[in-house]
């Protein structure tokens, strides 16, 4: 009987329970820190900045959309480990322009974006390309002067080639 009374008079920091009951909210602050940091590491921002305006602009983003099927333009894209190669066609009496700008966008990482201005050469646009991450990938094809568009989705690696037309992405 005495051992057990002298066991309840040891210091608070020798029992085990308080421990516990501290190690449950400490467990919380510590996840809570970790999770933090991983926000703040990962973060890669707003794919759009000012989504109000990109709103408003949709009647001209889909003006130039009917303008390319207008236009009968078709679009034949092949993705290559570093390079990426299109054949654009359109209806006869349609001049291609000399060159197009192919926008590639990753849906929710801005910082993947690449912007490619791609120069007609042997009857077809061609230019370098950084490497591509694995996963869905947004394509845009238009003009310099902005006034038609193709959209097409792409999954890589198990799709390198695309075929875009108006209206159908």
């Known amino acids: ?46 794919v759009v900045d000012d989504y109000y305006q990109q709103g408003k602009t949709i009647q001209t983003t889909i003006a130039r959309t009917e303008r390319a099927n207008e236009m009968g333009l078709a679009a034949d894209l092949t993705i290559r480990a570093e390079e990426v190669r299109l054949q654009l066609a359109a209806k006869p009496g349609t001049t291609l322009p000399p060159t197009v700008v192919l926008t590639i966008a990753h849906p929710t990482r801005s910082g993947h974006d690449q912007v490619l201005l791609l120069k007609l050469d042997d009857g077809a646009f061609a230019g370098p ?25 792409v999954y890589l690696p198990t799709e390198t080639r695309l075929r875009m037309l108006p209206g159908i992405s």
Do not use: C, H
């Open 129 to 153: 390309l950084e490497p591509l991450a694995v996963g869905r990938w947004l394509i845009q094809l238009e003009d310099e002067s902005r006034t038609w568009r193709l959209n097409g989705t």
């Open 1 to 46: 009987m005495q051992a057990q009374s002298s066991k309840n008079l040891d210091p608070w920091y020798r029992q085990g329970w308080p421990w516990f009951l501290i190690a449950i909210p400490a467990t919380a602050v510590v996840a809570g820190a970790v999770t933090l940091w991983l926000a703040v590491q990962s973060w890669d921002g707003l």
